[in-house]
């Protein structure tokens, strides 16, 4: 029921933002913040125990393990980015909004080198 906790924070966030727009936008972005921040947090909570489900089936299936970091690092360079662009474009920064999306995608790129120099090898090994 965690679900209804954050989204109850963000019901009361978005309310307070309106509230803060005509008095000043600043105050509006911090309640953003904060809020992004909290539910966040609690999203994180969550991750814990799916990430151990699929390290489980992972070593189950006798999969190496570095492909499942390669998948962790990821999906967490992904959750970041979308959150850091976000906040960039709700306070009008869409230029480094994008900037940030690149830096995202090179990141993923630096990130699965190792897959991509692997792949040949798994590909002949199927042939």
Known sequence: MKI???AGICIIASIMCKFFDGVGKEY???????AAAVVMSMTMLFISPIAESIRNIYSKAGSEE????????????CYITQFACDICKDSGENAL???????????????????????????GNLI
């Open 97 to 123: 909004a994008t900037q940030t999306e690149l830096a995202g995608k090179v990141s993923l790129l630096i990130i699965a080198r190792p897959l991509f120099e692997s792949l040949p090898n798994i590909v």
């Open 66 to 77: 570095e492909y499942l970091t390669i998948l962790f690092k990821a999906l967490g360079i």
């Open 4 to 6: 209804v906790s954050i």
């Open 28 to 34: 509006a972005l911090y309640i953003k913040l904060a």
